[in-house]
């Protein structure tokens, strides 16, 4: 077995427990959002960066249950108590908005003198929605099914720091990190998979 055939494999393995994982919340539309990421998007085959972690087909779906596994275990960790299913939707969904985001192009180099082909990702310059990250996912995953407060809380501050840098945006994120200490456990969990758990695979 080559390495691509080990990928496909472990690619299906994931996408299989991505789905049970889901399914199991019975969130009202999950199954809409389902036929939505199996045969509408390319959620499965989609990387999870262009050129950070997981730039690789299927490297979106693996992130997003290394995110569950990590925030699972940090909750546990810090003895904070969060719904399951809550566990779930967010850790699975908070990076929605990355479907069909990504493209593949093809790029010429010149290896010792000499020019050859090789495909690179890159992002759609132009979403259907023009929104950032983090409220991108939650207007999409709303799209399907409803989120409780304290869902959309948590994928709004996903990227801790990172996700804005106005002053009443960092306000407003620390306050949420201190009341609500789920919130911060997931930003950790999103960032300890990305730069952890997750390679970057070279062209
Ligand atoms: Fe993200
Ligand atoms: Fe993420």
Redesign the pocket.
Known sequence: MNIDQIRAEVNAAQKSEFISLLRSTERDGVENLIDYLENKSDFFTAP?ASKFHNNFEGGLCE??LN?YRNFTGLLQMKNVELDEKSIIITSLL??LCKCNYYLKEERNRKVDGVWETYTQWTTNKSPALPLPHASRSIKMIKSYIPLKFIEELTIFY?MGPYGGEDYEYRNMMQLAFEKYPSTILFYLA?TM??YVDEEITEE
Do not use: E, F, G, P
Request: charged share 20%; glycine share 0%; net charge negative.
């Open positions: 999870a992130h997003s995110v908070h990076d996903h999103d998979s990305s």
